[in-house]
């Protein structure tokens, strides 16, 4: 008899929050917003219940999760150093779990470019730094 231990609430809410962490604070350091819009559309990142049926249990929630961290320190990184590669086969390798969940990600780590001028973009998907309140 083997004892299966079921993903719990908190591991689907922290894999949406990691999801909304990319489109808030990775995605808009590389793309323009209307190359996020088309993410949304084509879905990217995006979980159904569905998604939740693959990864039911602890140990399959837990790679999603540990995933998709990795991937985005690894894009943090990539931000202050856009010549590295040395964590390409790490990225490449945690993309494919994603995708072994069937959750879209098409990207390859070559396609994330820094502006090398450190030139600041505004964009609708970033978090704002503060709010005002009228």
């Known amino acids: 008899m083997k004892v299966v231990f079921a993903s719990t609430q908190q591991q689907i809410e922290k894999i949406k929050e990691l999801a909304d962490y990319m489109y808030s604070f990775i995605f ?20 159904s219940k569905h998604h939740f049926e693959y990864f ?28 590295d590669t040395k964590y390409e086969e790490i990225f490449n390798h945690n993309v494919a779990v994603l995708e ?23 964009s609708i998907y970033k ?6 309140l009228i």
Do not use: C, R, W
Not at 73 to 78: A, D, G, M, V
């Open 28 to 47: 808009p350091f590389y793309y323009a917003d209307d190359d996020i819009d088309n993410f949304k559309k084509i879905k990217v990142l995006q979980t």
């Open 100 to 122: 072994e969940y069937d959750i879209f990600f098409p990207f390859y780590y070559s396609q994330f470019i820094v502006d090398v001028n450190g030139k600041v973009t505004l």
């Open 56 to 83: 039911s249990t602890l140990k399959e929630a837990y790679q999603v999760i540990a995933s998709l961290q990795t991937i985005i320190s690894i894009l943090e990184y990539k931000l202050n150093h856009p010549m």
């Open 127 to 132: 978090k704002a730094a503060n709010e005002l």
